[in-house]
């Protein structure tokens, strides 16, 4: 089974600083990664997915992701984050042909921007 | 394009009842997954199902159960509810069973057992 583990819980930033999520999995497999962001009272949407291809996929809001095969990582990326960011981000991952254990998530970044 | 529609948005239950909800997939997704989202467990997968049939579950109790209608919406029951059930459930839904088109997520159901 699939594991995934974003290590920064909490993030407060500045308006316009620069961010960078952390996302590890544990899988030995090929897997689809997916990047996933949920604003305060709102569903999850998807900001950016990456299947195959290209290691640097970019997103929905200005966002981007970079995956490092050897690294088992899949970090999240943006040059200059705005108040309208802050939300929860999700790091998701799942063999190509689904799995038995659905979409596997991180427990989720706290991302606060400060005005 | 309709979204994915959970309904009730929410729901209160007392312990040892029971509990449906309704998920509607986008027009023309054929898989439906279920997720629930607790702040301590974070999201977990409940179960999968794909033209009215479950291809996965996950590590829950016999009590969590589901099924697919074969217009593709899906419903979750809950039998003998636990204040531990309390949660947001969400509903996703995908055109085919593989992972190659991602999945679009629902509002969830936010249910609460006292």
């Known amino acids: 089974a699939q594991s995934v583990s974003q290590h920064n819980h909490h993030v407060i930033l500045s308006e316009a600083a620069s961010l960078e999520l952390g996302c590890n999995y544990s899988?030995?497999?090929?897997?689809?990664l997916f990047w996933y962001v949920q604003y305060p009272g709102q569903h999850l949407q998807l900001l950016l997915k990456?299947?195959?291809?290209?290691?640097l996929v970019k997103g929905i809001k200005g966002f981007e992701a970079e995956f490092i095969k050897s690294k088992f990582s899949f970090n999240l990326r943006k040059p200059s984050v705005q108040w309208s960011d802050t939300a929860e981000y999700f790091c998701?991952?799942?063999?190509?042909?689904?799995?038995?254990?659905?979409?596997?998530f991180g427990k989720g970044t706290h991302l606060i921007i400060q005005p | 394009k309709a979204g994915v529609t959970q309904t009730p948005r929410y729901l209160i239950k007392t312990r040892g009842q029971q509990v449906t909800l309704s998920c509607s997939p986008i027009?023309?997704?054929?898989?439906v997954s279920w997720y629930q989202q607790t702040p301590g467990q974070g999201l977990q997968f409940l179960f999968e199902?794909?033209?009215?049939?479950?291809?996965n579950k996950g590590n829950f109790p016999g009590r969590f159960s589901g099924r697919q209608f074969s217009n593709s919406r899906s419903e979750m029951n809950v039998s003998t509810l636990e204040l531990g059930d309390s949660a947001l459930y969400l509903c996703?839904?995908?055109?085919?069973?593989?992972?190659?088109?991602?999945?679009?997520f629902g509002s969830g159901t936010r249910l609460t057992v006292v």
């Open positions: 996703a839904s995908s055109p085919a069973g593989t992972a190659n088109y991602g999945y679009t």
């Open positions: 899988y030995g497999g090929t897997v689809n």
């Open positions: 990456y299947f195959s291809g290209d290691p």
């Open positions: 998701a991952v799942i063999p190509p042909g689904g799995g038995a254990d659905g979409l596997t």
């Open positions: 027009s023309g997704h054929r898989s």
């Open positions: 199902y794909f033209s009215e049939t479950q291809r």
